[in-house]
């Protein structure tokens, strides 16, 4: 009787049954069953076996429905530090009543004897694998061919389902592998030995602030960099500002996903800023023969720029990945700026709980995208109310990160835009004019010192620049110095964007208008409409 099938339990399980792929024109899916049963074989046998392979495989990675259950059992009792061989297996099975759709106690053992050696097992168990990807990418390819066959079918809904699955496909299948330190440390001294031949000390992607770069020797790849502000500080203003300089100073490629304003609100912002022309005037259109002129001649180089934008409303963080890894791999983008994370939604994580805790959902999943990727992005947020309420000169502080201290957490770099005008201290300590000044406060620096970073801010265009926008005068008022290694002739003679008539150095930034709609207005939280 012991050794009888438990015919009276009914066969289930905790794991989920998968069945194995139907035939795709005729032909039998991808498969190595000879394989699977020499890694199961190995794994009751040898401890080690099932440390190599355990982390490669799941249970839908058999081809055989049998295999299936007995995986999921020795990953049972892996999972709970218990021993694995032919006995436990078996017993696992009984007592889950999978003991028959296992294939019986004489086919388990069977799987044992069969081994010689396990030498080869982490090989074989990749194989299997392989074999699984092809299997799911017919898969995945027979549903795309029924849902484009059928014509009640939206196709962008059809081509949206289609990129999900291939690239759940490769998340589930192609986790990174352990770095060797000797690796490791070559490819670091490779990129100190390359940021030493730079003779601005930039290592990351620049911005083309000064004293931000030297600050923090450009935004470095596979870094998370929040921006933070109150209403009407400028923060679209100023990534506008710091994008347009990356593509057009430098020839990198940058995306911006704006989920407030739309493609033709942002790129009007930025030919305001380029060719120095109020947004109203652009708006309404009300511009002299020779401001058509001066927009045409400006523009030039701004329309020819790397510069990719999104707009896409309320954008969850599933498209945000597929559509980054698409970019980098059509345009080789080097710089993602988000507008702004607290409109973004977490997908399939919505609903299963608090709003804070889907932020920090969100938050996590963009820092995994920096890394995946390899370039920084700057995630733009608000800040709470706390700023306005408390007295003194109302800057802000990390704790007034709105909605989740997972963000503080998760950035390497937090930066605040505060402009002291704002709040009328028109002078700073040193008596310095605060009129048209905007500071970048970077208030968490991971890999780096903590300051603050004086710039320009022209309202009227809505830009942000360099103080020593006039290179005579590298050191005006308070504002940080033109980094020593560059000359200033070596500056004018690189950059086609210094006006050798007027003496100033062109770095665009957003449009801004008085009474279209501004994305640093929350009407939530009242208050006046930003400029």
């Given at each position: 009787?012991?050794?009888?099938?438990?015919?009276?339990?009914?066969?289930?399980?905790?794991?989920?049954?998968?069945?194995?792929?139907?035939?795709?024109?005729?032909?039998?899916?991808?498969?190595?069953?000879?394989?699977?049963?020499?890694?199961?074989?190995?794994?009751?046998?040898?401890?080690?076996?099932?440390?190599?392979?355990?982390?490669?495989?799941?249970?839908?990675?058999?081809?055989?429905?049998?295999?299936?259950?007995?995986?999921?059992?020795?990953?049972?009792?892996?999972?709970?530090?218990?021993?694995?061989?032919?006995?436990t297996v078996t017993n696992q099975l009984k007592k889950?009543?999978?003991?028959?759709?296992?294939g019986g106690a004489a086919y388990i053992s069977q799987?044992?004897?069969?081994?010689?050696?396990?030498?080869?097992?982490?090989?074989?168990?990749?194989?299997?694998?392989?074999?699984?990807?092809?299997?799911?990418?017919?898969?995945?390819?027979?549903?795309?061919?029924?849902?484009?066959?059928?014509?009640?079918?939206?196709?962008?809904?059809?081509?949206?389902?289609?990129?999900?699955?291939?690239?759940?496909?490769?998340?589930?299948?192609?986790?990174?592998?352990?770095?060797?330190?000797?690796?490791?440390?070559?490819?670091?001294?490779?990129?100190?030995?390359?940021?030493?031949?730079?003779?601005?000390?930039?290592?990351?992607?620049?911005?083309?602030?000064?004293?931000?770069?030297?600050?923090?020797?450009?935004?470095?790849?596979?870094?998370?960099?929040?921006?933070?502000?109150?209403?009407?500080?400028?923060?679209?203003?100023?990534?506008?500002?710091?994008?347009?300089?990356?593509?057009?100073?430098?020839?990198?490629?940058?995306?911006?996903?704006?989920?407030?304003?739309?493609?033709?609100?942002?790129?009007?912002?930025?030919?305001?800023?380029?060719?120095?022309?109020?947004?109203?005037?652009?708006?309404?259109?009300?511009?002299?023969?020779?401001?058509?002129?001066?927009?045409?001649?400006?523009?030039?180089?701004?329309?020819?720029?790397?510069?990719?934008?999104?707009?896409?409303?309320?954008?969850?963080?599933?498209?945000?990945?597929?559509?980054?890894?698409?970019?980098?791999?059509?345009?080789?983008?080097?710089?993602?700026?988000?507008?702004?994370?607290?409109?973004?939604?977490?997908?399939?994580?919505?609903?299963?709980?608090?709003?804070?805790?889907?932020?920090?959902?969100?938050?996590?999943?963009?820092?995994?995208?920096?890394?995946?990727?390899?370039?920084?992005?700057?995630?733009?947020?608000?800040?709470?109310?706390?700023?306005?309420?408390?007295?003194?000169?109302?800057?802000?502080?990390?704790?007034?990160?709105?909605?989740?201290?997972?963000?503080?957490?998760?950035?390497?770099?937090?930066?605040?835009?505060?402009?002291?005008?704002?709040?009328?201290?028109?002078?700073?300590?040193?008596?310095?004019?605060?009129?048209?000044?905007?500071?970048?406060?970077?208030?968490?620096?991971?890999?780096?010192?903590?300051?603050?970073?004086?710039?320009?801010?022209?309202?009227?265009?809505?830009?942000?620049?360099?103080?020593?926008?006039?290179?005579?005068?590298?050191?005006?008022?308070?504002?940080?110095?033109?980094?020593?290694?560059?000359?200033n002739e070596s500056i004018t003679a690189k950059n086609?964007?210094?006006?050798?008539?007027?003496?100033?150095?062109?770095?665009?930034?957003?449009?801004?208008?008085?009474?279209?709609?501004?994305?640093?207005?929350?009407?939530?939280?009242?208050?006046?409409?930003?400029?």
């Amino acid at each position: 009787m012991e050794n009888q099938p438990d015919k009276s339990r009914k066969t289930t399980s905790k794991f989920t049954k998968v069945t194995a792929p139907l035939n795709a024109m005729g032909k039998v899916p991808p498969q190595a069953v000879d394989l699977e049963k020499a890694v199961l074989g190995a794994m009751m046998l040898e401890k080690n076996a099932v440390t190599d392979t355990i982390d490669i495989l799941s249970q839908e990675s058999f081809y055989d429905p049998k295999h299936q259950y007995i995986f999921g059992t020795i990953k049972e009792l892996f999972g709970t530090s218990k021993p694995i061989d032919i006995l436990t297996v078996t017993n696992q099975l009984k007592k889950n009543g999978e003991l028959q759709a296992a294939g019986g106690a004489a086919y388990i053992s069977q799987l044992t004897s069969r081994i010689a050696s396990t030498a080869h097992v982490e090989f074989h168990a990749r194989v299997i694998s392989e074999k699984y990807i092809k299997r799911e990418l017919i898969r995945m390819s027979s549903e795309v061919m029924k849902d484009a066959y059928d014509e009640t079918n939206d196709v962008f809904d059809v081509l949206n389902k289609a990129e999900g699955d291939l690239f759940k496909i490769a998340e589930n299948n192609m986790g990174k592998s352990v770095d060797v330190l000797q690796n490791v440390v070559r490819e670091a001294i490779e990129e100190i030995e390359k940021a030493a031949q730079n003779p601005d000390g930039i290592s990351g992607v620049p911005t083309g602030f000064y004293g931000l770069d030297k600050l923090t020797a450009g935004f470095q790849r596979s870094d998370m960099i929040v921006l933070a502000a109150r209403p009407a500080m400028g923060k679209t203003a100023f990534v506008l500002s710091l994008a347009r300089n990356t593509a057009v100073q430098f020839n990198m490629g940058v995306a911006i996903f704006s989920l407030e304003m739309s493609s033709v609100q942002l790129v009007k912002r930025l030919i305001s800023a380029e060719a120095r022309l109020p947004a109203e005037k652009l708006r309404k259109g009300d511009l002299r023969e020779d401001e058509f002129q001066q927009l045409h001649s400006r523009i030039t180089k701004l329309s020819t720029a790397p510069l990719y934008i999104d707009d896409t409303p309320g954008i969850s963080i599933f498209d945000l990945r597929a559509k980054c890894r698409r970019l980098k791999m059509q345009y080789d983008i080097q710089m993602v700026v988000i507008d702004y994370l607290q409109l973004m939604t977490a997908g399939g994580a919505k609903g299963q709980g608090n709003r804070e805790q889907e932020i920090s959902s969100i938050s996590r999943s963009i820092k995994e995208i920096a890394k995946e990727l390899n370039i920084p992005i700057i995630a733009l947020s608000q800040l709470s109310r706390s700023v306005e309420q408390r007295g003194g000169d109302k800057k802000p502080v990390l704790s007034d990160l709105r909605e989740s201290g997972a963000i503080e957490q998760d950035a390497d770099i937090v930066s605040f835009i505060y402009r002291p005008e704002y709040y009328g201290f028109l002078q700073d300590e040193d008596g310095n004019s605060n009129a048209g000044i905007g500071e970048i406060i970077i208030a968490k620096h991971r890999n780096g010192a903590l300051d603050s970073v004086r710039l320009r801010f022209i309202k009227e265009y809505a830009r942000f620049e360099n103080i020593e926008s006039n290179f005579d005068a590298p050191g005006m008022s308070g504002g940080p110095a033109a980094p020593a290694a560059i000359s200033n002739e070596s500056i004018t003679a690189k950059n086609s964007n210094f006006d050798q008539e007027s003496g100033t150095y062109t770095i665009p930034s957003k449009m801004n208008s008085l009474d279209e709609e501004n994305e640093d207005f929350d009407p939530s939280e009242g208050g006046e409409a930003p400029f």
